[in-house]
């Protein structure tokens, strides 16, 4: 099943703007993680932002979290035709028995026009 | 850079045979995932294990689906017999507890299944 949801599906903008994707999920978490799979390949961890995070940023990326909203967004700055991807939140959640799961979302399909 | 390695990363196969994918997790990794990516219903996670003992496989399809960690460096997941509905992207993750909490994983780059 499918814990997060990201929004928008698709997204497309010139290069150089900011692009912003969202997430929201049901249920609590230990983290959240962000992922990017370029076409045909492997999902790359770009970024963790912990359950008593708020904000966090790595380079051109700011992740925020509100654990009250069960949210996240991940803003993209200064977009690159190469950030052409797509882009998956997905959270870690403890299962029970001492285990958590990793559950993702569809994922924001993410088009930046050179 | 650790890499997790999956093979093979293609595979063509008539419906009915028996598909073997394999895993390479990250070496000191504790924690293997398999997941399954269609553009239907996304990333579905199949299975589990922690320290090699499976500890959830209730996203896989019992009666064709296995999934296996026989050491620790190498996880499977078999399908006998495939059905043309198995075609997807098949990924392993591994991980490891992090510090501060909660897990960090690494994905491989997939075995892409087409069932005919």
């Known amino acids: 099943s499918q814990q997060g949801e990201e929004d928008p599906q698709a997204l497309s903008i010139q290069e150089g703007e900011n692009a912003t994707m969202n997430c929201s999920y049901k249920?609590?978490?230990?983290?959240l993680q962000w992922y990017r799979q370029n076409s045909g390949r492997g999902l790359v961890h770009l970024i963790l932002?912990?359950?008593?995070?708020r904000e966090k940023h790595s380079g051109r990326l700011r992740v925020t979290l509100d654990t009250s909203k069960k949210s996240s967004s991940l803003l993209i700055t200064a977009s690159r035709a190469a950030d052409t991807a797509s882009y998956f939140c997905a959270t870690d959640s403890y299962s029970g028995a001492g285990s958590y799961q990793l559950t993702f979302g569809k994922g924001t399909k993410l088009s930046v026009i050179p | 850079d650790a890499r997790v390695t999956q093979t093979p990363r293609h595979k063509v196969t008539e419906m009915g045979q028996e598909v073997t994918m394999r895993c390479q997790p990250i070496?000191?990794?504790?924690?293997v995932f398999w997941y399954r990516q269609t553009m239907m219903q996304g990333l579905e996670l199949l299975a589990y294990f922690r320290n090699r003992a499976p500890l959830d496989d209730s996203g896989m399809p019992k009666d064709r689906f296995s999934a296996e960690m026989p050491d620790a460096t190498l996880a499977t997941l078999k399908i006998q017999p495939s059905e043309p509905r198995d075609s997807a992207v098949y990924f392993c993750?591994?991980?490891?507890?992090?510090?501060?909490?909660?897990?960090?994983?690494?994905f491989g780059s997939g075995t892409r299944l087409t069932v005919v």
């Open positions: 993750a591994s991980g490891s507890y992090l510090p501060l909490g909660g897990y960090g994983y690494t």
């Open positions: 070496l000191g990794h504790n924690t």
């Open positions: 249920t609590s978490i230990n983290n």
């Open positions: 932002i912990r359950s008593n995070e």
